[in-house]
């Protein structure tokens, strides 16, 4: 890594036991560590500066986890987010992968394992970021009245922009540039979400359903976005 640019990671978490712990290994990396011990002041760094990655607790005074989360991904904010927390509870990872979290761990966890993750994050980002420069030949993609700009990230329907959240848009981008190719559930997790989420595939309805929503001329008949019945979904190649 020390031939390229240094990784920026804002971990925000409210146990100084956990941060350290998580510092002396990142650092070993050689990750430019930011740290917040509080929700307020971590959301606001968030905000203030550019991170590859935010590792965010999701029990914190001030503000949790969930919030800050859902608030990022509202402003469009597309920086990967890790959760951390001490709950195991199905629905607080749901909550998390729904709210736009990339990736989720709970505590007590392995530190290699945790690794591994960042890695796996940075890694996926990167990727991403270069099949966007490669994907110059083919910006845009335009299926009637619906056009989506590959390269700004941007969508819109007669001319109006439609605001996705940075996962919907990535589903959206997905299924749009592979025509009638239909997609299960648990290969839409890994390539949208970058990780395999076992027992999680309802996350992907979730977010099929709120892209209808905000894309769709009418949710009970769609014209972009089909349900490939046993399967998963794909995007209506006659669109």
């Given amino acids: ?3 390229q640019k240094m990784k920026k990671i804002l971990i925000i978490e409210d146990d100084p036991d956990i941060v350290s ?6 650092k070993d990396h050689e990750y430019a560590l930011s740290t917040a011990f509080e929700g307020k002041k971590g959301l606001e760094m968030a905000r203030a500066e550019r991170f590859d990655l935010v590792i965010l607790d999701l029990n914190l005074p001030g503000m949790d986890g969930l919030e800050i989360c859902r608030t990022l991904r509202v402003e469009q904010k597309s920086t990967p987010i890790m959760m951390l927390t001490a709950r195991s509870e199905e629905i607080d990872k ?12 709970t505590k007590p966890f392995s530190v290699r394992e945790f690794l591994a993750r960042v890695k796996s994050i940075l890694r996926r980002t990167e990727v991403l970021k270069s099949s966007e420069e490669e994907s ?13 700009d590959l390269e700004k990230r941007a969508v819109n329907i007669k001319e109006e922009r439609i605001d996705l959240s940075p996962k919907e848009f990535e589903l ?19 390539l949208v979400w970058g990780y395999d989420f076992d027992g999680y595939e309802h996350t992907v309805n979730s977010h099929i359903n709120r892209l209808r929503r905000k894309i769709e001329p009418d949710m009970n008949q769609p014209s972009y976005i089909l349900t490939s019945w046993g399967i998963g979904y794909r995007f209506n190649e006659n669109a």
């Fill in 1 to 3: 890594m020390k031939n």
């Fill in 21 to 26: 712990l998580l510092e002396i290994h990142l």
């Fill in 94 to 105: 749901v909550l998390g992968l729904e709210m736009g979290a990339d990736d989720y761990m």
């Fill in 136 to 148: 110059k030949i083919k910006q845009k993609l335009q299926f009637g009245d619906l056009v989506i």
């Fill in 172 to 190: 959206l981008s997905l299924l749009a540039s592979h025509p009638g190719k239909s997609f299960d559930r648990s290969r839409i997790l890994n």
